[in-house]
């Protein structure tokens, strides 16, 4: 790697005390990926595989060999055609799973076609797989696979880097470059070293992960960086942030992603409940999906509205709730400990801590914050059938790519070679571009800003202000407390405070370099969680209750709202204006013939 980044952060007299200070490394490549996660490392696999000549480079916030969503691992890939299905079977069951539409069929499609592939090539990469007793893959579900998945990422990531790739360790995407309309390249902030990384790139595949940590969690209130919630506390929106900025087009952000998860902990419950068959019960022993949601399809109902009813439970006074675990034997409980080790093995540790044995005791459940997370649910960019934004030169990959919900693990790497081929298809006969120094000069400002204050600048600090978005987002934009339930009224408040919040980054201010990353995450969050809103007020009915329940529009409208609401933010005003696009489903013979 041609970045190795100091193990330690500057210290404090070290810390440039100005602009000028401030070292600026110049890096010309061909592609440049944001993000080193699932998606980013089957783009730069993709891409040299090629051509082994093309000159790639990962722009990383972390360490890539164990970044991202899937940093900790996994023990299923919940995504994979079983033989007699077709890639057409996938696009339809996804499409039952957001309650018939919209969504976008040509790219769901498209990523079907290359789902298997994907994996298997995880497999031949040496990710375990397990077999049944006739040496078959696997299913623990309709789509889902097993497998031992603690070092999926590793696995990922020594691929990409044997292919040749450059990765930029702990450098922290911050802003795009523009020519003109064109995105052809971005900068970032190296994290440990303080330095201020310039990529100019001929295409940018925009693969940074989805946007947690905008609303408040009930499991993360006393912890700085927000770590005990379901998804990557890290992966905190900085993509949608950077294109936003710039004038993408964002589509579906309402289609939030609520998941049931194991109380006090936000742990999987898919492992349990899909995995280990057990149960999903209230207070009353009532198996919730079967004897209160029976009329809308049981455990085959959406996903949506299995995630929701324990919610409605503990709402309409049946809580707690749970996984009713009592009926497995132990030697079954025993293989379920061992899966939440290839996935969340401080679960096995907290029970432990908790004396809890799953045999004797139901594992109770509730729901988590709401996330943004194109690879679940469709909020993103949206793109096209190479997975290019409207931004020419900038594509997207994985939880950044809108319109396609249920790609998961499996479904975000094979987006990642649809995209990688979109770019290096969109780049053929390009000439290197000219570096824009009036950009990266007013990005420096702008990153460095607080930084420059100091930490001793009475002003806000970072952790304050994401603290402040946090409890707004959740009060007023349908978080948890509200059990997810929002208005008109309160969406308009949520907007006016938010605008309250982008007017005082001009107070934040940073100690160190950690906090100036954290100074410049919150400033994502704060922009991510502006479009959130104005995609939640823009759809005026409830489409998929939980994820998006409008309070004074409790009734689904297919005939205002069967499609899909986007947001584009002026890059010089800052105007946010929301408008719709057309749901279409595919049709023999024009599979591919969408709009955008």
């Known amino acids: ?10 210290q404090p007299e070290q810390l440039p005390k100005s602009m000028e200070e401030v070292q600026v490394v110049n890096i010309e490549t061909d592609l440049l990926i944001i993000g080193g996660g699932n998606a980013g490392c089957f783009v730069a696999v993709e891409a040299r595989k090629l051509n082994p000549e093309i000159r790639v480079a990962i722009m ?6 164990r970044s991202g969503a899937c940093s900790a691992g996994m023990d299923a890939i919940n995504t994979y055609i079983p033989e007699g299905k077709t890639p057409e079977d996938l696009v339809q069951w996804s499409r ?41 893959t696997k299913y623990r579900g309709k789509w889902d696979i097993s497998i ?34 064109r995105c052809v390249g971005a900068m970032g902030l190296g994290v440990r070293d303080g330095k201020l990384y310039v990529f100019s790139a001929k295409a940018v595949v925009n693969s940074t992960g989805g946007a947690g940590t905008l609303y408040k969690s009930y499991t993360a209130d006393s912890t700085d960086c927000g770590a005990q919630i379901w998804m990557c506390p890290y992966c905190v929106g900085t993509g949608y942030a950077m294109g936003f900025r710039k004038g993408a087009e964002l589509s579906s952000l309402e289609q939030r992603w609520v998941a049931t998860r194991t109380k006090d902990f936000c742990g999987p419950v898919d492992t349990i409940s899909v995995g280990y068959k057990a149960p999903i019960i209230n207070c009353k022993g009532e198996k919730i999906m079967q004897q209160r949601y ?16 324990p919610m409605n439970e503990w709402l309409e ?48 459940i509730f729901g988590s914050d709401p996330y943004i997370m194109g690879g679940h649910t469709m909020g993103g960019f949206w793109v096209d059938i190479d997975r290019m934004t409207t931004i020419p030169g900038l594509f997207a990959a994985g939880e950044t790519a809108g319109g396609n919900p249920n790609k998961f693990v499996g479904g975000c790497a094979a987006e990642g070679k649809i995209a990688a081929r979109g770019a290096w298809k969109y780049m053929q006969g390009m000439a290197q571009p000219a570096l824009d120094e009036q950009q990266v000069a007013a990005e420096k400002e702008r990153i460095y800003a607080p930084l420059m204050r100091g930490g001793d600048f009475d002003g806000v600090s970072p952790r304050e ?31 006016k405070h938010i605008k309250m919040l982008q007017d005082q980054f001009r107070f934040l201010k940073a100690a160190d370099l950690h906090e100036l990353m954290q100074a410049n995450e919150t400033m994502d969050r704060v922009d991510v969680a502006e479009a959130v809103v104005h995609h939640l007020k823009a759809r005026k009915e409830t489409r998929w209750a939980g994820w998006q329940t409008r309070a004074d529009y409790p ?42």
């Open 148 to 181: 031992h998945g603690e070092q999926l990422k590793p696995i990922m990531a020594e691929k990409a880097i044997e292919a040749g790739a450059d990765v930029y360790n702990r450098v922290a995407g911050t802003g795009l470059l523009m020519e003109g309309d």
């Open 555 to 596: 009734e689904r409208d297919d005939v205002n709202f069967d499609c899909f609401v986007e947001t584009v933010r002026d890059p010089k005003t800052g105007e946010v204006r929301a408008f719709t696009r057309p749901y279409e489903q595919i049709v023999p013979g024009d599979r591919y013939n969408y709009p955008g």
């Open 60 to 65: 990383e916030k972390g360490e890539i060999m």
């Open 317 to 364: 006074g049946r809580g707690p709730t749970y996984c009713d675990t009592r009926g497995l034997d132990d030697a079954t409980n025993w293989q379920m400990m061992c899966d939440y080790l290839n996935e969340r093995p401080t679960f096995v540790l907290f029970l432990a801590a908790r004396g809890q044995d799953p045999v004797k005791e139901p594992i109770e």
């Open 294 to 309: 029976a009329h809308l399809g049981g455990d085959a109902a959406p996903r949506f509205i299995r995630a929701n009813a």
């Open 96 to 136: 039952a799973q957001v309650g018939g539409g919209p969504l976008r069929e040509d790219l769901a499609l498209s990523n079907a076609e290359e789902l298997n592939e994907a994996v298997d090539d995880l497999e031949r990469w040496g990710l375990p797989v397990l077999k049944d007793e006739n040496g078959k």
């Open 465 to 495: 202000m994401k603290e402040r978005l946090q409890r707004l987002m959740d009060e007023y934009a349908g978080g948890y407390s509200q059990f997810y339930r929002t208005n008109e009224e309160r969406l308009d408040y949520a907007l």
């Open 1 to 10: 790697m041609p970045n190795i980044s100091a193990k330690r952060a500057l």
